[in-house]
């Protein structure tokens, strides 16, 4: 199925019932897809070809959602590019993509004036909600292009996206995303979560990451997708209240932030059925606070780019036992392995591992990317022995749950001993003060690394580092402890909300820390 199909299906269900929101406007279905099929038909006269790459630069938009569609019908591959990534970062990802036409929101002309002198490739500019300019308004680029659109044309392999993996560890990497690829996500998402006739979608995480990937279950419904253009929680509480929300995403972050507004408990969530979580590991307390006060619908996912979305499922009802209390001991993990996507765990020498046992998690299966863009050598790195390496370090346990310890990169090993960072995180996060912490290791003459951490409060909270110190030497022993805790006032963050730990190791080994105290 190309991304294109999954709205298609939605129209075969009724062309008059609405499809997209952004505040007071709605479009139906009919009325998306004769957009879809004019922006389609306006790329090809334009000149873009089979296979080309169309880039999508935008906050959430359901404009910049009906561009991809129609770049999908055109026969081109979507490009999403991030708006949150630092003009350099972007313009990386441009060369590597090699893309020919960018579709851009006005609010990013500065940003795609700083780069486009420096991208030979891209030879047209689009602006979806404006005139900027150096570039073309949209309706006047539609209509300089009105023809029959040749719905023939399909990118070779089957290619759908490429997607760039963010910068934050080197040059980004261009993970390339087949049709097959997105029909296995769509699928395992439809057979993982409650979801019924036509559900209502919420959108306030990015649509250029998951919570975009997650409307075509939702379109192929014919369900009705709410956007937000940008992240308010108190928005966020009354939407779910005002169009019966039944399905959203939302990073383990900002549910912490739904859990601290003082409108959650007043607002009407009865209408939810799944609320996603993922892209982080969540507190296994605030899970249970947030089954309690939000409801019994919180519905893990755990996947990465080169494997979207759906490599493990924790669905609503495995949040709880067969006599309906809380199921305690599974609330750290990322759920049991998706029908269609084989996980093992396995060593550095390639042998899989037993129950219980830890190492690497890997993956193969329809769900898998088929390579990097342009990047053989990372390729064969990333898929040795026959599956792809996520780079994080887990378990099965007997239950076939898989839990995910820690990044292999962020192992800290002090005294001989390998100690998890986000086990010792989620120690931390059971303190009622700590909003969020992030641990990392620090050369120490004596200990070789020593376990270091920086912690975020939550609002009126107060708690010294040595209490912290003592309340994690409790529950995890002396060696797992840190030997260090800072406060900070908040701690720095990626694009999509990820704590950035290279930061946070950097911040901490300077002569006298910038932020919050030391003991």
Not at 217 to 222: A, M, Q, R
Not at 340 to 349: K, N, Q, S
């Amino acid at each position: 199925m190309r991304l294109s199909d999954y709205l298609d299906k939605g129209v075969s269900l009724g062309r008059d019932a609405p499809c997209l929101t952004m505040g007071d406007d709605t479009r139906s279905y009919g009325e998306v897809y004769d957009r879809t099929m004019t922006i389609a038909g306006a790329l090809q006269r334009t000149g873009i070809d089979t296979g080309d790459r169309v880039a999508v630069l935008s906050a959430n938009d359901p404009m910049a959602l009906m561009c991809v569609f129609g770049i999908s019908r055109a026969g081109a591959v979507w490009c999403p590019i991030n708006p949150r990534n630092e003009a350099d970062e972007n313009r990386q990802l441009f060369d590597l993509f090699g893309c020919r036409l960018l579709f851009f929101q006005s609010a990013f002309a500065d940003l795609v004036a700083r780069i486009r002198d420096q991208l030979p490739a891209l030879q047209w500019l689009v602006c979806i909600d404006g005139d900027v300019p150096g570039a073309v308004s949209f309706e006047q680029w539609l209509a300089d292009n009105s023809g029959e659109l040749d719905p023939r044309r399909r990118p070779a392999d089957g290619l759908a996206m490429i997607a760039g993996t963010g910068g934050t560890t080197g040059t980004p990497k261009g993970v390339r995303l087949t049709e097959e690829n997105m029909m296995v996500s769509t699928a395992t998402a439809l057979m993982s979560y409650p979801f019924g006739d036509r559900p209502r979608y919420l959108a306030l995480a990015p649509l250029t990451h998951s919570a975009g990937v997650l409307t075509f279950p939702i379109l192929s419904l014919g369900g009705h997708v709410v956007v937000m253009p940008a992240p308010d929680i108190g928005k966020f509480l009354s939407l779910i209240e005002h169009h019966g929300i039944t399905h959203a995403f939302l990073p383990p972050t900002v549910i912490y932030g739904v859990l601290d507004h003082p409108d959650l408990d007043s607002t009407d969530l009865t209408s939810l059925r799944c609320l996603w979580y993922g892209a982080a590991p969540m507190s296994p307390t605030r899970l249970e606070e947030a089954l309690a006060r939000i409801g019994p619908v919180l519905g893990q996912l755990f996947g990465q780019t080169e494997a979207p979305n759906m490599i493990a499922v924790l669905s609503p009802a495995e949040h709880f036992r067969d006599d309906g209390s809380i199921a305690t001991e599974r609330l750290a993990s990322a759920g049991r392995p998706t029908p269609l996507t084989t996980v093992a765990i396995m060593d550095d020498r390639g042998t899989v591992l037993g129950r219980g046992e830890r190492g690497e998690i890997v993956v193969r299966g329809p769900l898998v990317m088929p390579g990097y863009h342009e990047n053989p050598d990372a390729t064969a790195e990333v898929s040795t022995f026959g599956w792809h390496h996520t780079g994080d370090i887990g378990y099965l346990d007997d239950d076939n749950y898989l839990f995910v310890v820690d990044r292999a990169k962020d192992m800290i090993i002090t005294g001989g001993f390998n100690v998890y960072s986000a086990e010792v995180e989620q120690a931390l996060l059971t303190h009622p003060a700590v909003k969020e912490s992030a641990v990392v290791g620090l050369p120490d003459d004596k200990w070789g690394e020593r376990v270091t951490a920086a912690v975020q409060l939550r609002p009126n909270h107060v708690v010294s580092g040595e209490e912290l110190i003592a309340f994690v030497k409790e529950r995890l022993g002396s060696v797992k402890a840190p030997k260090q805790i800072q406060i900070w006032d908040d701690l720095p963050r990626s694009k999509v909300g990820k704590v950035l730990k290279t930061e946070v190791r950097s911040t901490m080994q300077l002569p006298s820390p910038s932020k919050g105290t030391t003991p």
